[in-house]
Each structure stands twice: as structure tokens, then as C-alpha cells.
């Protein structure tokens, strides 16, 4: 029978398993708000789930071997297992974490249960405990499985801000090992860790880079979907049009667009001058965060002046404080308040990933400044209530959307200005445009990119740089769940 413990609430459950820790008796622990059997993910959904969470399951693998930054990832199984655990793809393991106090959150982070027959609770386990009894119990269930797995998945830190371990099981495993237990009720959140000591809004590269594949499955699965909806509409006899997958042209051009045999790469682009631009960092959360930075701002000032005078404090804080670039910061404010209807912690965030995303890549301390004040600027004017043009314009002036998309499929939209574009040119594209794509850009610069969308054919690098530094991080900042960063990895570049 296994042991319960009983406490007055999550903070007295905490402080038990903690002392039980310490006199030795228990090393893992887990967290929930209802003491059910503790089963994997995977064997919790329905039959009807399980063939989309294969299909999720492949998308991802699909995803990790197209991505170079994570080849090293292909070849651990568990630390593949690890990374979907924590991001919602089921599987057959079981997270636990070596720490009573992350434990209690996950236990008091959810809707409380509403009978008395269960009650939250966190379970106790003694590791070696268990391996004793798993040997003496194998052997009669050959179909079984069950391992313990301490892993350090490099850059993934949520699992390192849960101090995360995992039982790998595929069975109902607690009919031979029920769980000791510590049972309390409802009582809240504790004070102590909090959300975002669990969930670190700030995003390593690998939880950078896994945006992305997000926003690659959601496109790849919603395709699925409704192809297969067309089909069985079909199958019925209904009238639908037929679905045609678009496909862009390898090249990134439209052969009718040019005069010649092909535009060539720009040497702005070539391997060796980008290098610096598509390395892959490993950092650790830990020796990363920094103290949150305070900027005064004037509460009369406009939000040109307010916009300035957070890049002034941006600009100090990189240039003063010691090797800044390899910490994240958080931003808080004094004096500026935000448009109506909107967080001012909208405006925090937005710099955080801003300057996240940038101080990785090769972009000067000033171009980090000039993307946190136009973020601001932006912020101010209500851009992250309503990103639409006709607010874009009251920052970026004459400006217009672009769409962009980096090799695994993944993409995001932003606004840039016209003249930027006109800029960012090759100075010899009359010598490969067909004439009547050169009058039709003379007319409306916008109209190339319908035309050429090879960003490495089209525009130079350094030109297109200085955009998404200027323009199109900070837009996406402010408007998208994923922001591209590295102009380096583009593959496409045109109107949406």
C-alpha cells in the first residue's frame, strides 16, 4: 500500500516532500492537480488521437532531420522524447523533477477538482526503490518497459527551469508500484516558483528555432486537414473546387521575368561572408539571466521622445554593463504608460525577444537600439492592438506587408518601406529583369517581388539587414507569435 502523507495546503506539501528529500527517502517527484495514476501522455489519448499524434510525432522528426542546427538531436532518442514531452507531443514518458517546489506548482496549476474523492497531490519516488522492484517484476511482462531518464537537452530551458527527469513507461505501471503520495486541498498557486520560473519567457536558440517548427506543423496539418475535407466532400457526390497545392518555382524567380538564361546569387550572400549569421549558440538559462533593467521615461513625453529615450537606455545598458550581449534582460518602465486597452508588459516582452533575438547574430549594438526604439514607437502608437498598415504608417511612413519564409517552410510577415526596398536593389538588376518588370518596378517597386522572390537574387545583403533590423524585427515583435530574426536563412522574400 503506498503512504500518504496529508498537509494544509500546497506550501505545507512542499516543505513535507522537501524534508523527506533531505532525511533520504524520496529523489523524484511530480506534481498534479488530481492524484490519478500517473500515466504517460500517450497512454492517456483516445484511440481516435492517436493516429494525429503519430502524424504529429512525424512532422516533427521530419522537421529535426531538415535542421541543421539540431542534427546532433537525431541521434538521441531521448533527448528527440524530451523536446516533445515539453512542448505537448504525447509520448511514453513521464515528466518528473527533482525539485518538491516545481513538483508543488504543476499540483496547484489547474482547476480544482470538483469531488472530494480526488484531491491534488504530490507523488514521491524513490528511484532505486523502484528499479528493485521493476527487476523482480520484468520478467513477467516481457511486452513492458520501463527506464529512468536524466537528460540535459543543451538549450532547452524549460527543462532546465524544472530541474526535469522522466520515467520512460509504456504500461500501467502502477498496479506493481503505486506511488507515495502527499494529498492537500485546493488552495492556489504557491508563492513561489512562478509562471515564469516554470515557463521562462525568455527562449533559448533551440526554443527559438522550435517556434518555428510550430508554425511548420500548424501549416502542414491544417493542409492535411482540409484536402482531406475536399476529398470526402468529393467522395459525396458534392460540387467542390478542386485543390491545387502552389508551388514556388525553384529558382525563387518566374523564368518569364528575365531577359537572360538566369540571375545570378549576389555575391553579398555567399557561405563564407553569412557565417557568423547562421550559428548556432548553446546557452545555459542560468549563467544567462540578468538583473531586469529599469528605464525612466518621461510621462509627458511623446512617443517620438518616449521612443528615443528608451533607445538611449538600450543603448547605455549594452555599452556599460559588462559583456551585456551574452545576457538577457528583462525591461520594466517607469513613466511610460501604455495606449488604452493595451499591457505595458506587452512593450517588456517585445524588447526582451527583441534584443534576444538580435544580440545573437552578428547585428551592431546600434542596430539592436534602433529595433528597440522603432518596437517602441510602434508599441506606442497601438500597433500591437491593431498592426495594421495605416498604424504601421504613422511609424514607417510610406511602407507596406511583405511575407518571408526560412528553409523548413516556417514564415512570418512585417512592414517594411518602400524606399527601403528601392534600396536594397542589386544596382545590375536591369541587366537580367525583362523590360516590362523594370517599367512595372519603376512604377511600383512592390510589383518585383511578385516577380523574383529569391532574396540572395534580388536584394543585397547588407541593405536587407539593415530592414529587418530596422523595420521588419520590430514589426514582428509586436504582431506574430514567430519572429524570423537572420535576413542569412531566407529562402523566399515577397508580398504576401
Known amino acids: 500500500m503506498p503512504e500518504i502523507y496529508r498537509a494544509a495546503n500546497i506550501e505545507e506539501a512542499v516543505e513535507i516532500a522537501v524534508r ?3 532525511e ?8 498534479q492537480v488530481h492524484d490519478w495514476p500517473p500515466y504517460s501522455s500517450a ?5 481516435a488521437d492517436d493516429e494525429k499524434s503519430s502524424r504529429r510525432l512525424s512532422v516533427f522528426l521530419d522537421w529535426l532531420k531538415q535542421t541543421p542546427e539540431l542534427k546532433e538531436l537525431l541521434n538521441d532518442p531521448a533527448a528527440i522524447a524530451a523536446v516533445a514531452q515539453h512542448y505537448g507531443i504525447p509520448s511514453n514518458y513521464i515528466d518528473f523533477s527533482t525539485e518538491p517546489g516545481v513538483a508543488g506548482f504543476f499540483a496547484a496549476d489547474g482547476k480544482a477538482p470538483s469531488t472530494g474523492e480526488v484531491r491534488p497531490c504530490i507523488f514521491c519516488l524513490n528511484t532505486d526503490d523502484l528499479l528493485k522492484v521493476w527487476d523482480a517484476v520484468k520478467d513477467f511482462r516481457p511486452e513492458a518497459h520501463l527506464e529512468l531518464v536524466n537528460i540535459d537537452v543543451s538549450n532547452l530551458w524549460r527543462l532546465e527551469a524544472q530541474h526535469g527527469c522522466f520515467l520512460y513507461c509504456d504500461y500501467n505501471w502502477d498496479v506493481d508500484y503505486p506511488m507515495d503520495r502527499i494529498l492537500f486541498p485546493s488552495s492556489g498557486l504557491p508563492s513561489w516558483p512562478t509562471r515564469n520560473d516554470i515557463y521562462p519567457p525568455q527562449k533559448s536558440p533551440l526554443e527559438a528555432l522550435l517556434d518555428q517548427y510550430f508554425d511548420v506543423e500548424q501549416k502542414t496539418l491544417s493542409a492535411e486537414y482540409w484536402y482531406g475535407v475536399f476529398q470526402q466532400m468529393e467522395a459525396q457526390g458534392k460540387n467542390v473546387h478542386q485543390w491545387h497545392l502552389a508551388e514556388t518555382p525553384k529558382d525563387g524567380y518566374h523564368p518569364e521575368a528575365i531577359k537572360t538564361a538566369d540571375i545570378p546569387l549576389l555575391a553579398s550572400w555567399n557561405p563564407a561572408v553569412l557565417k ?12 544567462t539571466l540578468a538583473a531586469p533593467v529599469t528605464l525612466q521615461v518621461n510621462p509627458s513625453a511623446s512617443s517620438t521622445e518616449a521612443a528615443s529615450s528608451v533607445s538611449y537606455g538600450v543603448r547605455q545598458v549594452l555599452n556599460t554593463k559588462r559583456d551585456a550581449r551574452q545576457f538577457t534582460f528583462s525591461w520594466q518602465f517607469q513613466g511610460l504608460s ?7 508588459n506587452t512593450l517588456s516582452e517585445a524588447l526582451q525577444a527583441v534584443c534576444d533575438g538580435m544580440r545573437r547574430l552578428p547585428y551592431t549594438n546600434a542596430e539592436i537600439v534602433a529595433a528597440c526604439g522603432t518596437t517602441t514607437h510602434l508599441f506606442l502608437e497601438g500597433f500591437s492592438l491593431d498592426p495594421s498598415l495605416l498604424v504601421a504608417q504613422r511609424v514607417l511612413e510610406d511602407c507596406f506587408q511583405v511575407e518571408f519564409a526560412v528553409t523548413d517552410g516556417s514564415s512570418s510577415r512585417g512592414y517594411i518601406r518602400r524606399k527601403s526596398l528601392q534600396s536594397a536593389l542589386r544596382a545590375d538588376l536591369d541587366q537580367f529583369a525583362s523590360d516590362r518588370l523594370m517599367a512595372a518596378t519603376q512604377d511600383d517597386v512592390r510589383r518585383v517581388l511578385q516577380a523574383i522572390f529569391s532574396p540572395a537574387r534580388l536584394l543585397e545583403f547588407e541593405a536587407l539587414r539593415s530592414i529587418f533590423a530596422n523595420e521588419l524585427i520590430p514589426t514582428q515583435a509586436l504582431s506574430r507569435k514567430l519572429v524570423l530574426y537572420s535576413p542569412a536563412q531566407l529562402l523566399t522574400f515577397g508580398l504576401p
Do not use: D, H, M
Not at 497512454?43 to 484511440?47: D, G, K, L, V
Not at 501604455?338 to 505595458?344: G, Q, R, V
Open 24 to 31: 533520504g527517502r524520496y529523489n523524484w517527484f511530480r506534481g
Open 276 to 287: 557568423g549569421w547562421t550559428v548556432f549558440n548553446v546557452e545555459r538559462i542560468e549563467a
Open 20 to 22: 523527506l528529500r533531505e
Open 43 to 47: 497512454s492517456r489519448i483516445q484511440a
Open 338 to 344: 501604455a495606449p488604452k486597452s493595451a499591457n505595458i
